[in-house]
């Protein structure tokens, strides 16, 4: 049976990272060099795979809708070439890089795993191997068509994903969805569906950078800190809330948000809770955000909310259309 093969971008991260008298630091060459001299990644049970460094290496945490294009528009090129992708990167930013991609693909008929380490792979007890070798594997052997993210023997849907843990090997949880896939003895489908080959032409939506608020609600929040950061320069607005959507049931808060919702702005609610869903219906506290035209994003991510609207807002649509859309399940980020 003819060996699948894997491009591998390698965008930065702690996966690639050598030892220095200053801590770890990204090297050129070295996650290639160590990947290729590694007696595990060239069995004959494995694809054949190409590495392809970025120049420069990019720190997660310098992550921009720039560098999600960058990705995509690498793996398009690459597409036709490759039975499957593999994109390491910085954990940080992990999960909102799985999700923008999520969305900016269409057509999309071969796995893409995004996936990378907590200690370089150079060094002893590193989880870059595991997860690494993993990834590869499932991408040539399992093929999910889909946007995924692996980590700690876990294969989740890339934009159910979230940070979980900063400093831990399980540093990844889906809390809405289970896994699609499971890493153990056996490889285990949970949630995953293998996808018969379908030559289709991959499509990739642009995504522009796009003003998008993040407002955290706590108790006894000031009206004019939310004044503040709803202003004319903001597109939408991520309304992180208590519990099942509630919010405080001042006057001039909901005020706010009323003349922001009737200006144009998109404000989405989700909630601070790492697990269940959005249900503005189910209190007066909720009914009262609903009235104001605020949205329920349901059980979205964080990241897959952010990413969403980036990409709905770059495809220049209707504000009507984008709030429509926010509430539709377009790539399995929404339980609807």
């Not at 200053?22 to 694809?47: I, S």
């Amino acid at each position: 049976m003819k060996r699948k093969r894997i491009y591998i971008a390698y965008t930065g991260g702690t996966i690639g990272m050598k030892k220095s008298s200053r801590g770890y630091v990204p090297a050129e060459g070295f996650l290639t060099e160590t990947v290729v001299n590694n007696a595990e990644f060239n069995r004959d049970e494995m694809p054949l795979f190409d590495i392809h460094e970025y120049c420069p290496l990019i720190d997660s945490s310098d992550m921009s809708p720039a560098h999600w294009q960058l990705i995509a528009d690498d793996i398009k090129s690459k597409y036709q070439d490759y039975d499957g992708f593999v994109v390491l990167h910085g954990t940080d930013t992990m999960a909102y890089t799985a999700s923008a991609l999520s969305f900016m693909f269409e057509n999309l008929t071969k796995p893409v795993i995004v996936t990378g380490s907590q200690i370089p792979l150079s060094q002893l007890r590193s989880d870059g191997q595991v997860n690494l070798l993993n990834a590869m594997y499932l991408a040539a052997n399992y093929p999910i068509a889909e946007v995924s993210l692996f980590f700690n023997n876990q294969l989740f849907r890339g934009n159910r994903a979230t940070k979980a843990h900063a400093d831990g090997f399980d540093a990844f949880a889906s809390p809405n969805l289970g896994p699609l896939a499971l890493s153990g003895i056996n490889i285990q489908l949970i949630k995953g569906q293998l996808s018969p080959y379908v030559d289709n032409e991959l499509q990739v939506s642009n995504i522009t950078p796009q003003p998008i608020g993040v407002l955290y609600l706590y108790p006894g929040i000031s009206p004019k800190v939310v004044k503040s950061l709803v202003n004319d320069d903001i597109k939408a607005l991520v309304l992180l809330s208590f519990g099942v959507g509630n919010a405080p049931q001042d006057p001039a808060f909901l005020d706010i948000l009323n003349d922001a919702s009737k200006r144009g702005m998109v404000i989405v609610n989700l909630t601070q809770c790492l697990k269940g869903q959005v249900n503005m219906g189910g209190y007066a506290t909720g009914n009262a955000l609903l009235n104001c035209g605020v949205i329920s994003g349901y059980d979205m991510t964080l990241e897959a909310c952010l990413t969403k609207l980036h990409y709905l807002f770059s495809q220049k649509l209707e504000v009507e259309t984008i709030r429509h859309l926010m509430q539709d399940n377009l790539r399995g980020e929404l339980s609807r």
